[in-house]
């Protein structure tokens, strides 16, 4: 008897050990396609770090039904093609539930027409800002499942615009990236712009990847404009901008977003850039803001001032707190998740091991709760887009600071005047 007790004991242990090993084993993939490489590299490579940032708190804060976030990260090479080749993959094969990317919104957006909203698999992107995407959930041609941390064009060119007045460009010259992002960006500052009293005297387009821009920069100089407003990409806007330099344009510069970037600077040279002024997506701080700016270039090794490095980890946050409210990897349940994860009415939840794990607790209760991320708290709109405040910004001593803030409020009263 003691020997049959003995056996039945020693099996079930066995079968106890064996349970926890397999739930140590669970994995929750989601796909990534990022920009690691190409014009938009630098912003992809932060992006990928900050979601795996995100994804390992959850996993230290338990995981989602016991189950490690794992990435399966693809490079799209800042390319549409490639994106939507790296996308297909992992939403035949490999079965994700949800993509995050692109960065860029000529990446995202043949993902989202081609891909994911066909398959009806949520799509996150932490930085595609082009007003098409709205369109395209307005069309319904999203099936609803596409969000975005970042805010739209539509909004950061009327805050550009209102910014270069303030800043005394009176005329200017604009010279930028050929492509939805550039197009879109452009027509909403230029009309915003004019309103105010602008003139443009040059609108120049240029393709990505060129060896020189000096044809470019020679059209935009035309009209003897105050300043450049250069709508690029570091790689792409560091060499237009020495072009302009050395052909002698004005050393005044309005810079977009994504030219908020330490390398554009040194590529550059601090010594022509301390008339250079710029926008961005800004932050309503939290306490993840805080938590985020602390641990993320010891996690990452960049610096967390990387303008798609914060609103990524909330793309990462968001997703990861979908995937646990939704209880299954059922896209249409992350999909209803997602505003579920940013409830107004729920319990404030912010970054970081402890904060997930008791986000964690409250969802295996039913109770709702609301992710305060790093950019701030964030409410989706029915076609995925969020309101947000903008940073303004100028380089100083070789350095990006702030320079001021316009409130959503802001933003949207000086839209509303300016229709």
């Known amino acids: ?214 044809s470019e920069v020679t059209a935009a100089m035309g009209g003897e404009p105050d300043g450049l407003y250069l709508v690029s990409t570091p790689v792409d806007g560091a060499t237009i901008a020495r072009t302009w330099v050395s052909q002698g344009g004005v050393q005044k510069f309005l810079l977009n977003d994504g030219m908020n970037s330490p390398d554009f600077i040194e590529s550059v040279g601090a010594d022509y850039l301390k008339d250079a002024y710029g926008t961005s997506s800004g932050t309503s701080p939290t306490a993840s803001t805080e938590y985020f700016t602390k641990n993320y270039k010891a996690f990452s090794g960049i610096e967390p001032s990387n303008p798609a490095a914060d609103r990524s980890y909330d793309a990462g946050a968001i997703v990861g707190l979908a995937i646990a409210i939704a209880g299954s990897e059922n896209p249409a349940k992350i999909k209803d998740a997602m505003y579920k994860a940013v409830d107004p009415a729920g319990t404030p939840i912010y970054a970081g091991k402890e904060e997930f794990a008791k986000a964690l607790g409250l969802i295996k209760d039913g109770k709702p709760i609301r992710y305060e991320g790093v950019i701030g708290p964030v409410v989706f709109d029915k076609f995925g887009d969020i309101t947000g405040p903008f940073r303004l910004w100028k380089i100083a001593d070789g350095k990006v600071t702030t320079d001021g803030e316009m409130t959503t409020d802001d933003v949207n009263a000086l839209q509303a005047k300016l229709q």
Request: hydrophobic letters at 40%; a positive charge; proline letters at 3%.
């Open 1 to 214: 008897m003691r020997k049959t007790i003995l056996q039945l004991t020693t099996a079930l242990a066995l079968v106890t050990m064996a349970g926890a090993a397999q739930a140590a084993d669970c994995k929750i993939t989601v796909g990534l396609v990022m920009e690691l490489t190409g014009p938009a590299g630098e912003y992809g490579q932060a992006g990928a770090k900050s979601v795996e940032m995100a994804f390992r708190d959850i996993n230290q804060a338990g995981g989602v039904r016991g189950c490690d976030l794992v990435t399966d990260t693809r490079d799209s090479q800042s390319q549409g093609n490639i994106a939507v080749d790296a996308a297909t993959q992992l939403v035949q094969v490999k079965k994700v539930p949800v993509i995050i990317g692109g960065i860029i919104s000529s990446v995202s957006i043949p993902i989202l027409t081609s891909v994911t909203a066909p398959a009806k698999i949520v799509q996150v992107s932490p930085a595609s800002s082009s007003p098409t995407l709205t369109t395209l959930g307005r069309d319904g041609k999203t099936s609803g499942i596409f969000f975005r941390t970042i805010t739209s064009d539509a909004l950061q060119g009327v805050a550009a615009a209102k910014y270069a007045v303030d800043k005394g460009f009176k005329k200017l010259a604009i010279i930028h990236v050929n492509n939805d992002f550039g197009v879109n960006m452009v027509a909403e500052f230029s009309r915003a712009y004019k309103a105010l009293g602008g003139t443009i005297v040059s609108d120049t387009p240029y393709n990505e990847k060129q060896s020189s821009y000096a």
